[in-house]
């Protein structure tokens, strides 16, 4: 790395405080009961409009614009298992049950999801908050985080390259064919839907994410209401 992350090693970064810790506060507070909650049914909630409002965009679950894609990210970063759970069950119950999807199908297709957020918490925070690069995505956007100056285009280096390509692809390859497998999708539309998840989530990832971040994470911060570890 630059000398910046020399400087870094010298001292601790602004973001050290949030890793892979199980449970470094101990307590849940309610307020924090109340907000875990809410954004499991804000996650729903989104995921059920990705699907109506884009009418013949959409299929069996699946949208060519799954602008949910980046809020799980984010919520997941914030607020660890909590926020994978919400893409878990937004996911079965919004993408899924409530546009007819079958139980099955809404609990299979959605380990995609699950899988994305579990990696992203992980990778982030676990191996590149350790390396200069914030956990929290705020880097994509601020040049300076506490008297630290970012690393901008290294943030979106690791953005494209895990969220909208590795991650991404296994996020696809999972909820594509769960539903192919189990008949939702015909051999003939395959490919075609299986491109328009990956490339609606990557158009989501790129526009969203650097909205959400320089808009919410900052507040949320401030507020106390990001996780140190998993649970608290």
């Not at 350790?130 to 690791?158: C, F, N, V």
């Amino acid at each position: 790395m630059s000398n910046q992350m020399s400087e870094g090693a010298k001292q601790p970064l602004p973001w050290f405080q949030y890793g892979l810790g199980w449970n470094p506060r101990k307590n849940v507070s309610t307020t924090q009961y109340v907000l875990y909650a809410v954004q499991i049914a804000v996650l729903v909630l989104l995921n059920y409009l990705s699907i109506v409002l884009l009418g013949p965009l959409s299929y069996s679950g699946v949208s060519l614009f799954y602008f949910v894609y980046p809020f799980y990210i984010v919520f997941t970063l914030w607020w660890g298992i909590w926020g994978a759970i919400g893409a878990y069950i937004g996911g079965v119950v919004g993408a899924g049950l409530m546009v007819g999807v079958g139980v099955v199908p809404s609990l299979l297709s959605s380990f995609s999801v699950l899988f994305t957020s579990l990696a992203t918490f992980i990778f982030y925070r676990g191996f590149l908050a350790k390396h200069g690069i914030d956990p929290l995505m705020r880097d994509l956007i601020d040049r300076e985080i506490s008297g630290y100056r970012t690393h901008r285009a290294q943030a979106w280096m690791w953005l494209i390259l895990t969220n909208a390509v590795i991650f991404n692809f296994i996020n696809t390859e999972i909820g594509i064919n769960a539903e192919y497998i189990l008949g939702l999708i015909p051999p003939s539309a395959y490919w075609f839907w299986w491109a328009g998840w990956f490339l609606g989530q990557v158009t989501a990832l790129i526009i969203i994410t650097p909205i959400l971040v320089k808009g919410l994470t900052s507040l949320v911060e401030r507020q106390g209401l990001i996780n140190l570890g998993w649970v608290t």
